[in-house]
Protein backbone atom coordinates (compact mmCIF):
# COMPACT_ATOMS: atom_id res chain seq x y z
CA UNK A 1 0.00 0.00 0.00
CA UNK A 2 1.09 3.67 -0.42
CA UNK A 3 1.79 5.97 2.22
CA UNK A 4 1.55 9.68 1.52
CA UNK A 5 3.21 12.89 3.32
CA UNK A 6 2.49 16.21 2.25
CA UNK A 7 4.32 19.00 3.18
CA UNK A 8 5.09 22.91 2.09
CA UNK A 9 2.01 24.50 3.77
CA UNK A 10 1.83 27.82 5.63
CA UNK A 11 0.55 31.29 5.97
CA UNK A 12 0.97 33.82 3.28
CA UNK A 13 -0.15 37.09 1.47
CA UNK A 14 -2.50 37.51 -1.11
CA UNK A 15 -0.66 37.23 -4.32
CA UNK A 16 2.28 35.24 -2.54
CA UNK A 17 3.08 31.63 -3.49
CA UNK A 18 3.77 28.25 -2.11
CA UNK A 19 4.81 24.93 -3.18
CA UNK A 20 3.16 22.22 -1.98
CA UNK A 21 4.68 18.50 -1.44
CA UNK A 22 3.92 15.09 -1.43
CA UNK A 23 6.34 12.24 -0.59
CA UNK A 24 5.15 8.65 -1.25
CA UNK A 25 6.11 5.40 0.27
CA UNK A 26 5.54 2.11 -1.83
CA UNK A 27 5.71 0.54 -5.60
CA UNK A 28 2.99 1.76 -6.85
CA UNK A 29 3.34 5.45 -6.79
CA UNK A 30 5.02 5.42 -9.98
CA UNK A 31 2.20 3.77 -12.00
CA UNK A 32 -0.56 5.77 -9.75
CA UNK A 33 -2.20 8.73 -10.90
CA UNK A 34 -2.08 11.42 -8.54
CA UNK A 35 -4.67 14.01 -7.28
CA UNK A 36 -4.54 17.78 -5.19
CA UNK A 37 -7.61 17.76 -3.03
CA UNK A 38 -8.80 21.02 -0.36
CA UNK A 39 -10.87 21.07 2.13
CA UNK A 40 -11.81 24.56 3.29
CA UNK A 41 -14.10 24.71 6.97
CA UNK A 42 -17.10 24.20 6.75
CA UNK A 43 -17.06 23.38 3.24
CA UNK A 44 -16.68 19.39 1.49
CA UNK A 45 -13.33 18.17 -0.01
CA UNK A 46 -12.95 19.59 -3.33
CA UNK A 47 -10.75 18.89 -6.67
CA UNK A 48 -8.09 20.84 -7.49
CA UNK A 49 -5.46 18.99 -9.67
CA UNK A 50 -4.37 15.46 -11.02
CA UNK A 51 -1.71 14.52 -13.26
CA UNK A 52 -1.37 10.78 -14.92
CA UNK A 53 1.18 8.95 -14.19
CA UNK A 54 3.68 9.32 -16.24
CA UNK A 55 2.92 13.22 -16.08
CA UNK A 56 2.13 13.27 -19.48
CA UNK A 57 -1.39 15.16 -18.73
CA UNK A 58 -3.25 17.05 -16.32
CA UNK A 59 -6.47 18.90 -15.35
CA UNK A 60 -7.29 22.11 -13.19
CA UNK A 61 -10.43 23.15 -11.23
CA UNK A 62 -11.46 26.44 -12.92
CA UNK A 63 -10.79 28.14 -10.39
CA UNK A 64 -7.11 27.51 -9.94
CA UNK A 65 -6.23 26.90 -13.61
CA UNK A 66 -3.74 29.10 -14.50
CA UNK A 67 -2.66 29.53 -10.85
CA UNK A 68 -2.01 26.36 -9.86
CA UNK A 69 0.60 23.73 -11.47
CA UNK A 70 0.90 20.01 -10.85
CA UNK A 71 3.70 18.32 -11.39
CA UNK A 72 5.56 14.94 -10.43
CA UNK A 73 8.93 13.33 -10.15
CA UNK A 74 8.69 9.45 -10.03
CA UNK A 75 12.33 8.95 -9.34
CA UNK A 76 11.55 10.86 -5.92
CA UNK A 77 8.35 9.19 -5.23
CA UNK A 78 6.92 12.82 -5.41
CA UNK A 79 4.42 14.72 -6.67
CA UNK A 80 3.97 18.28 -6.14
CA UNK A 81 1.56 21.39 -6.43
CA UNK A 82 3.39 24.79 -7.09
CA UNK A 83 0.61 27.97 -6.55
CA UNK A 84 0.86 31.34 -7.55
CA UNK A 85 -1.03 34.46 -7.18
CA UNK A 86 -2.85 32.93 -4.00
CA UNK A 87 -6.01 34.33 -3.03
CA UNK A 88 -7.74 34.13 0.53
CA UNK A 89 -10.38 31.37 -1.15
CA UNK A 90 -7.23 29.35 -1.52
CA UNK A 91 -7.35 28.61 2.44
CA UNK A 92 -7.97 25.56 3.42
CA UNK A 93 -6.18 21.77 4.23
CA UNK A 94 -4.80 20.58 0.76
CA UNK A 95 -4.58 16.83 0.79
CA UNK A 96 -2.60 14.29 -1.77
CA UNK A 97 -4.41 11.58 -2.61
CA UNK A 98 -3.62 8.54 -5.12
CA UNK A 99 -5.70 5.99 -7.19
CA UNK A 100 -5.25 3.40 -10.85
CA UNK A 101 -6.11 4.56 -13.59
CA UNK A 102 -7.44 7.69 -15.20
CA UNK A 103 -7.26 10.73 -13.87
CA UNK A 104 -10.91 11.65 -11.73
CA UNK A 105 -11.67 14.48 -10.14
CA UNK A 106 -14.25 12.94 -7.39
CA UNK A 107 -13.48 12.23 -3.33
CA UNK A 108 -14.70 8.70 -3.96
CA UNK A 109 -12.74 7.60 -6.92
CA UNK A 110 -9.14 8.50 -4.94
CA UNK A 111 -7.89 5.00 -3.28
CA UNK A 112 -5.51 6.29 -0.74
CA UNK A 113 -4.60 9.76 1.05
CA UNK A 114 -2.94 12.15 2.72
CA UNK A 115 -3.26 13.44 6.37
CA UNK A 116 -3.20 16.60 4.72
CA UNK A 117 -1.53 20.14 5.14
CA UNK A 118 -2.80 23.82 6.24
CA UNK A 119 -2.32 26.63 3.48
CA UNK A 120 -3.56 29.95 5.05
CA UNK A 121 -3.75 33.09 2.60
CA UNK A 122 -4.28 36.47 4.31
CA UNK A 123 -5.35 39.61 2.63
Known amino acids: QVQLVESGGGLVQAGGSLRLSCAAS????????MGWFRQAPGKEREFVAA????????YYADSVKGRFTISRDNAKNTVYLQMNSLKPEDTAVYYC????????????????WGQGTQVTVSS
Open 51 to 58: ITWSGGST
Open 97 to 112: AGKFGVIRTTVDMYDY
Open 26 to 33: GRTFGSST
